[in-house]
């Protein structure tokens, strides 16, 4: 996954992973506190607002690994963020990437 290409200087990947999962679970728990919301763009894209603990993971790879672990506090904020957005999220635009800066207000194209 892209985040876990996104590593400091002499810091190795298994210290990479250990972050990234400590950085999901506090993103489960805020999420399971509503601290932190899930949105939906127009476009079908993600991204989480109020997320500050992220330790360079994007909400993007958040996404996809809370997904894929079966999160049940991901599955919720999912549910509660298409009913007020009126739509669904896009597999498309998930897995190309688009993706926000700034909690869902602006979008871009994957990179």
């Not at 958040?62 to 009126?86: D, I, N, W």
Request: with cysteine; net charge positive.
């Amino acid at each position: 996954m892209p985040c876990d290409t996104y590593r400091q200087p002499q810091e190795t990947p298994e210290q990479r992973q250990r972050k990234i999962d400590a950085a999901l679970r506090r993103l489960a728990a805020a999420l399971e506190a509503n601290q932190v919301t899930l949105v939906v763009g127009a476009n079908g894209a993600v991204a989480f607002r109020n997320w500050t603990s992220r330790d360079g993971v994007t909400d993007v790879c958040a996404f996809r690994r809370l997904s894929v672990a079966g999160s049940f506090a991901l599955r919720k904020a999912l549910a509660r963020a298409e009913a007020a957005a009126g739509r669904r999220v896009d597999a498309n635009a998930v897995g190309a990437g688009v993706h926000s800066h700034d909690g869902g207000e602006t979008w871009a194209p994957g990179h």
